[in-house]
Nanobody, 115 residues
Framework: QVQLVESGGGLAQPGGSLRLSCAAS????????MGWYRQAPGKQRELVAT???????NYADSVKGRFAISRDNAKNTVYLQMNSLKPEDTAVYYC?????????WGQGTQVTVSS
């Protein structure tokens, strides 16, 4: 059994910052890729950023230069630092991890960017 617990969402003003965290627990040996996805109302879930165990990162064009993904392998935790937030960043953000046993999702955390 694998559990993912997300935290750090909330309300931010345009231009502001938020930091999301996602901690994985349970039967985990090695986490391969970790990532963040988001889903805005009426839209499909989309990739935000991913990071491999070795630290290689990939970002959606819409967040490049504003968001930064990182991970702590010792803590099985992935982070998403979000800067220069825009109203269009408003969405439910989900963390995702890939294990040899499969892919797992967090429950989602709401991020709202509004003045």
């Amino acid at each position: 059994q694998v559990q993912l617990v997300e935290s750090g969402g909330g309300l931010a003003q345009p231009g502001g910052s938020l930091r999301l965290s996602c901690a994985a627990s349970g039967v985990i040996f090695v986490i391969n890729t970790m990532g963040w996805y988001r889903q805005a109302p009426g839209k499909q879930r989309e990739l935000v950023a991913t990071i491999t165990r070795g630290g290689s990162t990939n970002y959606a064009d819409s967040v490049k230069g504003r968001f930064a993904i990182s991970r702590d392998n010792a803590k099985n935790t992935v982070y998403l630092q979000m800067n220069s937030l825009k109203p269009e960043d408003t969405a439910v953000y989900y963390c995702n991890i890939y294990l040899t046993s499969g892919s797992y999702w967090g429950q989602g955390t709401q991020v709202t960017v509004s003045s």
